[in-house]
C-alpha cells in the first residue's frame, strides 16, 4: 500500500533553509535518487571523461550515467562524437562501460552494424526495403572545452556551458589537455549520496585534520577562515598569505596565465568555480614533496611554478598543473551510492619509469579519496539517522557549500519539483 505519509520531494526541497544542510530526505530517499539522475544528469551538462579517453580513431569509452548510458568515440575522421549507448533496433545496450577499440559498432543481439559517425550501415534480415536511413544511432550533445568533455543528454541543453567554454578554454589552453594521455584511472564507489560527495569535495574545513598528504600541497587558508579564531601569528601567516597571493595572482596574469577566481553558482544552469591556486611548498604540483611528478611538462609548459587551475563543476573538480592534471567526476549509483572516477593525465609522450614515476603521480590523490570516501560514509550514515537535522554551514569556510546546495535546489524546482 501507498505511504501517503512520505513528504514529496517539492515539500523537501522548499523546506532547505539557506544556509544550511539539505532535509535527510534528500540524501536518503530512493525517489530523490531518481528526480536527482532525471534532472541534474539527464538534462544539465555533465562532465564525461576527457579527449584523452579516446586518442585515436577506432577507440570508444562507454559510460553509464544514472539509468542511461552513452558511447564517447572518435570517428575516422578524428572527431570526438557521443551516442546513446543504445541499437536502434530493439533497444539492446551496444557497449559495456568502459575504454574499446572498434573498427564499427556492432550490436551483440542482431549484429546491426553502425559507422563510427553513427550511421546504420547493415541490418541482417531486414529485407532489401528496409531504409537504413531511419536507422543511424541517436547523438549525445558533446562540448570538448580545452580537452575536457561534457555531455548533456537532453535534446535542449543549457546554453550557458558557452560561458564555461569563454572562461576556462583560455585557462587551459597552454596545458594542451586534448593531447596529453590518461596514465592512470580509478573508480571507487563512495558509500554517500552524490551531493555529499559534491559537497566534501567543496570545502578544505575538513582537510588539516584528515588529509595528511594533500596538506604537503595545499594551504588551507585559500579555503576560509574564522578571523577570530586566529593566533596573532596565524593572523600574520594569512595575512602574509593573501599578500602573496595578490602579488603572485598578478604576475601569473602578466604572463599570459588567467588566474582569478570566476564563479557560476546559484542563478544558472551550469554552475562552476575556477581559480588558479598557489601549491605550499616547493610549489610545483600536488605530489608527496610538492615537486613535479614527470620531468615531461603538459602542452606548451616551459616552467612548473604556474599553481594549480583548479574547476568545479556540476559534478566534477579538476586540478591541473604545469606537470600532469586530476580529473575528477561522480555518478549516482543509488541514493548511499556515488561512483567517484580519477583519471591522471601526463603528457602524450611521457614515458612510465623514465619521465614519471606512476606512485608518486598518484599517491596524493589516491590516499585522498580513500580519505574522502570514509567521510562521505560518516555523512551518509549521519543523515539516515533518526537523530539527523540540517545543520549550519561555516560562512567562513562552507560558503561554497551553501552556494552548491542552493544551485541543486534552484535546478530541482525550476524543473518541476
Known amino acids: 500500500m501507498l505511504d501517503l505519509s512520505i513528504e514529496p520531494i517539492s515539500s523537501l526541497l522548499r523546506a532547505r533553509r539557506a544556509g544550511y544542510t539539505l532535509p535527510a530526505g534528500l540524501y536518503t530517499r530512493p525517489d530523490a535518487y531518481e528526480a536527482d539522475v532525471e534532472v541534474i544528469f539527464h538534462r544539465h551538462w555533465i562532465a564525461a571523461g576527457v579527449e584523452a579517453d579516446v586518442p585515436e580513431p577506432g577507440d570508444v569509452y562507454a559510460l553509464d550515467i544514472g539509468r542511461s548510458s552513452i558511447v564517447i568515440l572518435r570517428d575516422d575522421d578524428g572527431i570526438v562524437r557521443a551516442f546513446h549507448n543504445v541499437c536502434s533496433h530493439r533497444g539492446a545496450k551496444l557497449l559495456d562501460p568502459g575504454p574499446g577499440t572498434v573498427g564499427r559498432l556492432v550490436c551483440p543481439y542482431h549484429q546491426w552494424v553502425y559507422e563510427?559517425?553513427?550511421?546504420?550501415?547493415?541490418?541482417?534480415?531486414?529485407?532489401?526495403?528496409?531504409?537504413?536511413?531511419?536507422?543511424?544511432?541517436?547523438?549525445?550533445?558533446?562540448?570538448?572545452?580545452?580537452?575536457?568533455?561534457?555531455?548533456?543528454?537532453?535534446?535542449?541543453?543549457?546554453?550557458?556551458?558557452?560561458?564555461?567554454?569563454?572562461?576556462?578554454?583560455?585557462?587551459?589552453?597552454?596545458?594542451?589537455?586534448?593531447?596529453?594521455?590518461?596514465?592512470?584511472?580509478?573508480?571507487?564507489?563512495?558509500?554517500?549520496?552524490?551531493?555529499?560527495?559534491?559537497?566534501?569535495?567543496?570545502?578544505?574545513?575538513?582537510?588539516?585534520?584528515?588529509?595528511?598528504?594533500?596538506?604537503?600541497?595545499?594551504?588551507?587558508?585559500?579555503?576560509?577562515?574564522?578571523?577570530?579564531?586566529?593566533?596573532?601569528?596565524?593572523?600574520?601567516?594569512?595575512?602574509?598569505?593573501?599578500?602573496?597571493?595578490?602579488?603572485?595572482?598578478?604576475?601569473?596574469?602578466?604572463?599570459?596565465?588567467?588566474?582569478?577566481?570566476?564563479?557560476?553558482?546559484?542563478?544558472?544552469?551550469?554552475?562552476?568555480?575556477?581559480?588558479?591556486?598557489?601549491?605550499?611548498?616547493?610549489?610545483?604540483?600536488?605530489?608527496?614533496?610538492?615537486?613535479?611528478?614527470?620531468?615531461?611538462?603538459?602542452?606548451?609548459?616551459?616552467?612548473?611554478d604556474t599553481g594549480d587551475v583548479h574547476l568545479w563543476g556540476n559534478n566534477s573538480w579538476n586540478h591541473v598543473m604545469a606537470d600532469h592534471a586530476?580529473?575528477?567526476?561522480?555518478?549516482?549509483?543509488?541514493?548511499?551510492?556515488?561512483?567517484?572516477?580519477?583519471?591522471?593525465?601526463?603528457?602524450?609522450?611521457?614515458?612510465?619509469?623514465?619521465?614519471?614515476?606512476?606512485?608518486?603521480?598518484?599517491?596524493?590523490?589516491?590516499?585522498?579519496?580513500?580519505?574522502?570516501?570514509?567521510?562521505?560514509?560518516?555523512?551518509?550514515a549521519g543523515a539516515e539517522s533518526i537523530g539527523y537535522r540540517p545543520g549550519p554551514y561555516s560562512t567562513f569556510t562552507e560558503g561554497t557549500l551553501d552556494d552548491f546546495t542552493t544551485w541543486y535546489v534552484e535546478r530541482m524546482t525550476a524543473n518541476g519539483y
Not at 548511499?336 to 614519471?356: M, P
Request: one cysteine or more; aromatic letters at 8%; hydrophobic letters at 35%.
Open 116 to 304: 563510427l559517425s553513427g550511421e546504420l550501415m547493415d541490418a541482417p534480415h531486414m529485407g532489401a526495403d528496409f531504409d537504413k536511413g531511419l536507422g543511424h544511432l541517436r547523438p549525445v550533445n558533446l562540448r570538448s572545452i580545452g580537452g575536457l568533455l561534457y555531455v548533456c543528454l537532453s535534446d535542449t541543453p543549457p546554453e550557458d556551458i558557452e560561458d564555461l567554454a569563454a572562461v576556462m578554454e583560455p585557462r587551459l589552453a597552454a596545458y594542451d589537455l586534448a593531447n596529453a594521455k590518461v596514465a592512470f584511472e580509478t573508480d571507487l564507489v563512495e558509500h554517500g549520496n552524490w551531493k555529499l560527495t559534491m559537497e566534501n569535495n567543496r570545502e578544505c574545513y575538513h582537510c588539516t585534520a584528515n588529509h595528511p598528504e594533500l596538506c604537503v600541497s595545499f594551504v588551507h587558508y585559500d579555503f576560509g577562515y574564522d578571523p577570530e579564531g586566529l593566533t596573532p601569528d596565524e593572523a600574520e601567516e594569512a595575512k602574509a598569505h593573501a599578500e602573496r597571493y595578490a602579488t603572485q595572482s598578478a604576475d601569473w596574469e602578466a604572463q599570459g596565465f588567467p588566474s582569478s577566481a570566476v564563479e557560476r553558482g546559484p542563478g544558472h544552469a551550469t554552475n562552476f568555480r575556477t581559480q588558479r591556486l598557489i601549491i605550499a611548498g616547493p610549489g610545483e604540483s600536488q605530489t608527496p614533496d610538492g615537486r613535479a611528478a614527470s620531468s615531461k611538462l603538459l602542452g606548451g609548459m616551459t616552467r612548473k
Open 326 to 380: 586530476v580529473i575528477f567526476a561522480c555518478y549516482p549509483l543509488a541514493a548511499g551510492r556515488t561512483l567517484v572516477r580519477t583519471k591522471w593525465l601526463v603528457h602524450k609522450d611521457a614515458v612510465e619509469g623514465q619521465d614519471y614515476d606512476l606512485e608518486t603521480l598518484t599517491a596524493i590523490w589516491k590516499a585522498t579519496n580513500d580519505q574522502d570516501a570514509a567521510l562521505v560514509a560518516r555523512a551518509q
